[in-house]
């Protein structure tokens, strides 16, 4: 059923969703700016055309120049008149360049938003420290690293970054914002091929905030730093000059996920507040 958008006559606009998947290295991230070949800036380029009329997509998580996405979600705004015929995926993809791709699109079920709906989001990151580096095919999904890693010392670290916290230390600042997040998951382990693979799972996640802390972890796994170091700068809630922000090219958005249809509207409202940990006040 098509569901008119909060706050709008029924007769004025409806709410899409899109699933989309992409290939980051030749894009300078997710958002639209002038002069730079961007994801959105594709999608909204070449659906404004094709639907007839002019798009703002918005995204469940923005990523950054090079970063990659499997289950990136996003939504849209479009006349209650539009053309069913014109949604075909097909179609749609034809109009897109090969490094994008539009996996699904369809009427939003009502209160979605696929930013402030969202119930939680899943990265993985890709390291390869054999001796021999990376696959020539997976070179622009892997990060080459130069020491072996003890992958049971990294997720032993991990443990004290589990839970709610501030992840000041491990984000870009933002005026007006907050770095408060509930770390769900954050596990390492080897592939058949040996890669070493850290899936990733928050609530939501700050400007550099995943590649900072695969950043933190890869000295301890490679012994130069000792397990509890990263909670230790956690708890500082500053940056620290020692934790480098690992290359985006190893970063893939998996999976984005959201509560049943009856509850998207109460997620959203819930989302909106602005958080602050009860030591705050």
Same mark, same amino acid.
Request: with cysteine.
């Given at each position: 059923?098509?569901?008119p958008v909060?706050g709008?006559?029924?007769?004025?606009l409806?709410?899409?969703?899109?699933d989309?998947?992409y290939d980051?290295?030749d894009?300078?991230?997710?958002?639209?700016?002038?002069?730079?070949?961007?994801?959105?800036?594709?999608l909204?380029?070449?659906?404004?055309?094709?639907?007839?009329?002019?798009?703002?997509i918005?995204?469940?998580?923005r990523?950054?120049?090079?970063?990659?996405?499997?289950?990136?979600?996003?939504?849209?705004?479009?006349?209650?008149?539009?053309?069913?015929?014109?949604?075909?995926?097909?179609?749609?993809?034809r109009?897109?360049?090969d490094?994008?791709r539009?996996?699904?699109?369809a009427?939003?079920?009502?209160g979605?938003?696929a930013?402030?709906?969202?119930?939680?989001?899943?990265?993985?990151?890709?390291v390869?420290?054999?001796?021999?580096g990376?696959?020539p095919?997976?070179?622009?999904?892997?990060?080459?690293?130069?020491?072996e890693l003890?992958?049971?010392?990294?997720?032993?670290?991990?443990?004290g970054?589990?839970?709610?916290h501030?992840f000041?230390a491990?984000c870009?600042?933002?005026d007006?914002?907050?770095?408060?997040?509930?770390?769900?998951s954050?596990?390492?382990?080897r592939l058949?091929? *040996?890669?070493?693979?850290?899936?990733?799972?928050?609530?939501?996640?700050?400007?550099?905030?995943?590649?900072s802390?695969?950043?933190?972890?890869?000295?301890?796994?490679?012994?130069?730093?000792?397990?509890?170091?990263?909670?230790?700068i956690?708890?500082?809630?500053?940056?620290?000059?020692?934790v480098?922000?690992?290359?985006?090219? *190893?970063?893939?958005?998996?999976?984005?996920?959201?509560?049943?249809?009856?509850?998207?509207?109460e997620?959203?409202?819930r989302t909106?507040?602005?958080?602050?940990?009860?030591?705050?006040?």
């Amino acid at each position: 059923m098509i569901q008119p958008v909060p706050g709008m006559p029924g007769d004025g606009l409806f709410r899409l969703r899109l699933d989309i998947s992409y290939d980051g290295r030749d894009f300078a991230g997710w958002a639209k700016q002038t002069d730079l070949r961007t994801v959105q800036g594709e999608l909204e380029r070449a659906l404004s055309h094709l639907l007839g009329t002019e798009l703002t997509i918005t995204c469940a998580g923005r990523t950054d120049a090079g970063v990659h996405a499997r289950g990136q979600v996003a939504h849209t705004d479009v006349p209650v008149g539009l053309d069913p015929a014109t949604l075909d995926v097909r179609r749609l993809n034809r109009a897109l360049p090969d490094d994008v791709r539009l996996l699904a699109i369809a009427p939003a079920p009502s209160g979605f938003d696929a930013r402030f709906s969202a119930l939680w989001r899943r990265y993985t990151y890709r390291v390869c420290d054999s001796i021999i580096g990376p696959d020539p095919l997976e070179r622009h999904e892997t990060l080459r690293w130069t020491r072996e890693l003890d992958l049971d010392r990294m997720n032993e670290a991990a443990l004290g970054l589990m839970g709610e916290h501030d992840f000041a230390a491990f984000c870009k600042h933002r005026d007006y914002g907050t770095s408060i997040r509930q770390l769900q998951s954050l596990c390492w382990r080897r592939l058949p091929d *040996g890669i070493a693979l850290m899936e990733i799972q928050s609530d939501a996640f700050c400007h550099s905030m995943v590649r900072s802390l695969v950043g933190v972890l890869l000295p301890v796994g490679d012994g130069r730093r000792p397990v509890p170091w990263p909670a230790q700068i956690l708890a500082a809630r500053q940056r620290h000059s020692a934790v480098t922000v690992m290359p985006a090219h *190893g970063l893939v958005l998996e999976e984005v996920a959201y509560p049943e249809d009856a509850l998207m509207l109460e997620r959203q409202s819930r989302t909106r507040v602005l958080r602050s940990l009860p030591s705050d006040g």
